[in-house]
C-alpha cells in the first residue's frame, strides 16, 4: 500500500506564495514522475505541473514561470513553490505518483490540500 501525504496550504493574499509539499510512504520499490493537479470549484482537474525521477518538468502553460515543481527522491517528496498567487488558482492541490511496488506499477492520489488567494 501507498500512501501520499500534501501539506503546506492554506489562505494567502493575492501576490503572496505557499509552498505545497507531498510525501509518499508505504511499500515502495521506486517512484516515477511526481506531479500536482488542482480542481477549482465547477471545474475539472488539470495538471499544474510534473517532474520525472532525473529531474524533467513540465508545467501547465499558464502556470510557468510563477511556479516551481521539485523533488527529493531520498525523502520521496515533491515540492511545488508557489508565487505571486492569484485569486484564480484556488483550489484543491492534489499530489499524484507514479509508483512501483512489489506487486504493481501504478498512480496513486493523494487527498487534496486547499490553497485559497484572497483578500
Known amino acids: 500500500q501507498v500512501q501520499l501525504v500534501e501539506s503546506g496550504g492554506g489562505l494567502v493574499q493575492p501576490g503572496g506564495s505557499l509552498r505545497l509539499s507531498c510525501a509518499a510512504s508505504g511499500s515502495i520499490l521506486s517512484i516515477y514522475a511526481m506531479g500536482w493537479y488542482r480542481q477549482a470549484p465547477g471545474k475539472q482537474r488539470e495538471l499544474v505541473a510534473r517532474i520525472t525521477r532525473g529531474g524533467n518538468t513540465i508545467y501547465a502553460e499558464s502556470l510557468k514561470g510563477r511556479f516551481t515543481i521539485s523533488r527529493d527522491n531520498a525523502k520521496n517528496t515533491v515540492y511545488l513553490q508557489m508565487n505571486s498567487l492569484k485569486p484564480e488558482d484556488t483550489a484543491i492541490y492534489y499530489c499524484?505518483?507514479?509508483?512501483?511496488?512489489?506487486?504493481?506499477?501504478?498512480?496513486?492520489w493523494g487527498q487534496g490540500t486547499q490553497v485559497t488567494v484572497s483578500s
Open positions: 499524484n505518483a507514479n509508483v512501483l511496488t512489489m506487486t504493481v506499477r501504478d498512480d496513486y
